[in-house]
Structure formats: structure tokens, C-alpha cells
């Protein structure tokens, strides 16, 4: 149940993100280790903003029940979409064209529901 919410989630906010010209030239001087640290505060940030919103929804009480973390997450996405986008957007930067998308619609929403259900238990408490 969570897979095709986050799939069809990962449609919306792609669509909502906009290549530019600026973007499909990484940046080349710098190593993958800095690239990578470069796009940290980005994925905390989108993160931390889908946990908190996760966090403050009434429902969040019954975060354990099937399908439930999922519908919180998707719903929380029209808040977030701007970090979403700027994460993205941060991944093309450093790593070209394309990878932003690729991150996000593949390991970045992966791990979502775990790093979102462990963060929003730490807000909660």
C-alpha cells in the first residue's frame, strides 16, 4: 500500500521540479566526499520537514498500523515540496543532470518511512 502512494508521490513532486540550464552542469572540482556533504543538509532538511509534519498530525498516534506512516507521509508532501525540490535540485547541481530525480524516486524514498517514523517518535516524545 505505501509503495504506489510514494510512487505516485515521487510523480507529483518530479513534475513540480524544473531543470534549468544552470543545473545540468555539475560541479567538477569538487570531490564525490564534498559533493555528498554538500547535499546533506539538503536530504536533513526535506527529511526533518516531512517528520515533523508526520509528527504533528493527530493520526500520528497510530503510526504502527498498516499504511498509516504512508498516508502521513504523502500527505505531508504539499508542505515539503519546496525542500523536495531543493534537494533535488542540489543533486543535479553536484552530481548532473538527472540524479536529483533519481535519488529521490529511488534510495531517498527507500529509506524515507524509516528515517520519518524514527524522527517524528523523537518529536513526539
Do not use: W
Not at 525542500?83 to 542540489?90: D, F, W, Y
Not at 536529483?100 to 517514523?117: I, K, R, W
Amino acid at each position: 500500500m505505501m509503495l504506489p502512494a510514494l510512487t505516485g508521490l515521487s510523480l507529483i513532486v518530479l513534475a513540480a521540479s524544473t531543470p534549468t540550464a544552470e543545473l545540468d552542469r555539475p560541479v567538477a572540482h569538487l570531490s564525490a566526499q564534498q559533493k555528498s556533504a554538500a547535499v546533506q543538509p539538503l536530504i536533513r532538511h526535506a527529511t526533518e520537514c516531512v517528520a515533523k509534519s508526520v509528527a504533528a498530525d493527530p493520526r500520528a498516534q497510530t503510526i504502527d498500523q498498516p499504511g498509516v506512516l504512508g498516508d502521513l507521509i504523502v500527505a505531508s508532501m504539499p508542505n515539503c515540496a519546496e525542500r523536495m525540490r531543493a534537494m533535488i535540485e542540489g543533486f543535479d547541481r553536484y552530481f548532473g543532470s538527472g540524479t536529483g530525480e533519481a535519488y529521490f524516486s529511488g534510495p531517498y524514498l527507500d529509506a524515507l518511512p524509516g528515517a520519518v517514523n524514527a524522527l517524528a517518535q523523537e518529536l513526539r516524545h
